[in-house]
């Protein structure tokens, strides 16, 4: 099968981002560019950049956040795009910051919700698994 895409364009980080507030995690999602579904900020591991800086850049591009990636991933999810199939790389991320204003701001949504809903929200099996994992 030809991709259509460059073969780096399917491997992708992305983050889950959450603070605690009285002992309560609170997850920030977006919504996808054509506002049908919600997810995490995610997108390709840029060449030259790490899997997590490349993660924390789209933070900031994506949902408008600024914080402290954690270390370690939390584990990694598949969606289908251009033709084939995505693997994203999740890492936690503690928000630090939320920006009034950001390079996407006029084609997402962005939104705080506790961890249940969150789990509501997304539509992808193995995503939510991750949720759980850091729910936990």
């Known amino acids: 099968m030809t991709l259509l895409k460059p073969d780096y364009y399917y491997k992708q980080s992305g983050i889950i981002p959450y603070s ?3 002992n309560k995690m609170n997850i920030i999602l977006i919504s996808t560019i054509n506002k049908k579904k919600w997810t ?3 997108g390709i591991i840029e060449p030259g950049l790490s899997a997590s800086e490349s993660a924390v850049k789209e933070a900031y591009e994506e949902a408008g ?3 402290n990636i954690g270390d370690s991933p939390l584990g990694l999810y598949r969606y289908d795009k ?3 199939v995505c693997e994203v790389i999740v890492y936690p991320f503690i928000v630090t910051n939320l920006l009034d204003d950001w390079p996407e701001k006029h084609i997402r949504e962005r ?3 506790n961890i249940n809903e969150a789990e509501l929200m997304i539509k992808n099996k193995e995503l939510k ?3 759980k994992f ?3």
Do not use: A, D, M, Y
């Open 40 to 42: 995490i900020p995610k």
């Open 65 to 67: 956040i600024k914080g």
């Open 82 to 84: 251009w033709g084939s």
């Open 129 to 131: 698994n991750i949720l």
């Open 134 to 136: 850091l729910g936990k």
């Open 111 to 113: 939104v705080f919700v």
């Open 20 to 22: 605690i507030e009285q």
